[in-house]
């Protein structure tokens, strides 16, 4: 089992730059993958970002790509979103997740690949 616990959400102006954290605990592995999604108001759920854990390979949605960086610090086993460039589009709620199948997978972009989740933290940008 593992548990996911996000923080650092708010309401920041267009322009403006917050970071996301999750942190991590249980039973973790260095073939997992870490996701981050979003989900906009009336909106489904989106692929935000991606980090596998050993490697530090990583891959964004085209929306965030240059704008947004996933990181991690193995030793707090805590994965972080640096969001820069913030629009108003951007507001959603913001989960972290966990693939551990990875291995499997050339990339876990759906949902489906992920079996961990955290309760979500709010992301506001206003115009």
């Known amino acids: 089992q593992v548990q996911l616990v996000e923080s650092g959400g708010g309401l920041v102006q267009a322009g403006g730059s917050l970071r996301l954290s999750c942190a991590a605990s249980?039973?973790?592995?260095?073939?997992?993958?870490m996701g981050w999604f979003r989900q906009p108001p009336g909106k489904e759920r989106e692929f935000v970002a991606a980090?596998?854990?050993?490697?530090?390979?990583?891959y964004y949605a085209d929306t965030v790509k240059g704008r947004f960086t996933i990181s991690r610090d193995n030793a707090k086993n805590t994965v972080y979103l640096q969001m820069n460039s913030l629009k108003p589009e951007d507001t959603a709620v913001y989960y972290c997740?966990?693939?551990?199948?990875?291995?499997?997978?050339?990339?876990?972009?759906?949902?489906?690949?992920?079996?961990?989740w955290g309760q979500g933290t709010q992301v506001t940008v206003s115009s």
């Open positions: 997740a966990v693939d551990r199948d990875a291995w499997r997978r050339f990339r876990s972009v759906s949902e489906d690949d992920y079996d961990y």
């Open positions: 249980g039973r973790t592995f260095s073939t997992y993958v």
């Open positions: 980090i596998r854990w050993s490697g530090g390979d990583t």
